[in-house]
């Protein structure tokens, strides 16, 4: 295949996007990538060379991304071929946004303003809910109070005067973008009057300034379901703020945090709690009374219960969050030891002392001896 030899009239688009003529499409891309960030007008305001060179870059690219005009190219010095339209930034002016879009995608939509606002979801908020064990075992309900942004009434929203709208933006004509010529070609920026939207309020609503919404204390019922634990989040959807541009609100997120209890400790889906006896009941036996969040609860104590003995109550625990069945709770039994003694009570317990003797703490020497003594 002939080589083109280039004369002073003719440009060298690969030495202007500084690749060699056995270039990749990828590596021509990257190249265009990074010139035209360096040399956009946006970058360099005022700036005659920049215009110049970025104009270049365009023409260049334009020619050596298309296949067919790039084999035209490396053949007869043009994009066209002989009789054609000599390559340049006049042959692609009708695909020179397809160009930054494929190129860029939104990275020069900041600077060309093409999109207008477009409808946003209100950000999301969060309330922090402290609720006690009952509560959380049980399910509650709630009212709550949440500061955010509401509708205003008197304007409906619109930001404008009662009896009065928004207006046509003078400055963009009710476009909601400025178009306007920088040097070789044309730039599309947002109004920024009107901030896109192509209308502005002439005369705002007294009450909310002109901002279609008032901050104000909102109430909502929050239903907290049984088995919730610290750190459940529930979610409210629509009582966030208010979304943007006909967007829709954004959500509530209600995290909860369930309070110790004095009396119940919980592991899980259990219940633990330590319920003391009295010394007869351990060594006779009985039957007593055990508190529990669902009423109160008969327990047998066999004879002979040691201290720290547990107990468990099955069903009587936290419920599984969403259904499913409880968990249980553990009594632990310690005996209570009194501290202060009647007469009678020291009489008692004298006499029974002196039948029992030293049994127990004989039979407890005899178990170290026992265990102290090798074998033989």
Not at 120 to 141: M, P, S
Not at 160 to 168: H, L, N, Q, S, Y
Request: charged share 30%; glycine share 14%.
């Amino acid at each position: 295949m002939p080589i083109c030899q280039y004369t002073n009239d003719m440009k060298d688009y690969y030495r202007i996007l500084g690749v060699d003529r056995g270039a990749s499409d990828e590596e021509i891309k990257s190249a265009f990538r990074k010139l035209a960030r360096k040399y956009h007008p946006d970058h360099n305001p005022d700036n005659r060379e920049a215009e110049e060179r970025f104009k270049e870059i365009n023409e260049a690219y334009a020619c050596l991304s298309d296949p067919q005009k790039r084999a035209n190219y490396d053949r007869f010095g043009t994009a066209e071929g002989f009789g054609g339209a000599e390559a340049g930034f006049g042959g692609f002016s009708g695909t020179f946004s397809d160009v930054f879009e494929d190129i860029f995608g939104d990275f020069f939509g900041t600077f060309t303003g093409r999109r207008r606002p477009r409808p946003a979801k209100g950000a999301d908020l969060r309330y922090d809910l402290e609720i006690n064990l009952e509560e959380a075992v049980r399910g509650v309900e709630k009212e709550i109070k949440i500061p955010r942004w509401l509708r205003c009434e008197a304007c409906d929203g619109s930001g404008a005067r009662p009896g009065t709208r928004p207006v046509r933006c003078p400055e963009c004509g009710g476009s909601g973008q400025i178009h306007f010529q920088q040097g070789f070609f044309s730039v599309t920026r947002t109004c920024g009057r009107c901030g896109g939207d192509g209308e502005f309020i002439a005369e705002p609503c007294k009450k909310c300034g002109g901002r279609g919404s008032v901050r104000r204390f909102r109430k909502i019922s929050v239903r907290v379901p049984p088995g919730v634990d610290t750190g459940t989040r529930l979610r409210m959807a629509g009582e966030g703020e208010l979304g943007s541009h006909g967007g829709p609100p954004g959500d509530l997120f209600i995290v909860l945090a369930v309070k110790p209890h004095r009396f119940f400790k919980r592991e899980g889906l259990n219940l633990y709690c330590d319920v003391p006896i009295t010394f007869p009941q351990a060594a006779l036996g009985g039957e007593i009374e055990v508190p529990t969040l669902y009423g109160p609860e008969k327990l047998r104590i066999p004879a002979g219960t040691p201290s720290g003995k547990e107990f468990v109550l099955k069903g009587k625990g936290v419920p599984r969050l969403g259904g499913g069945g409880k968990g249980n709770q553990v009594v632990r039994v310690y005996i209570d030891v009194p501290r202060k003694l009647n007469q009678r009570q020291k009489e008692i317990l004298q006499e029974f002392a002196e039948l029992t003797g030293d049994e127990v703490h004989r039979g407890f020497m005899d178990k170290l001896k026992d265990f102290f003594t090798p074998a033989d």
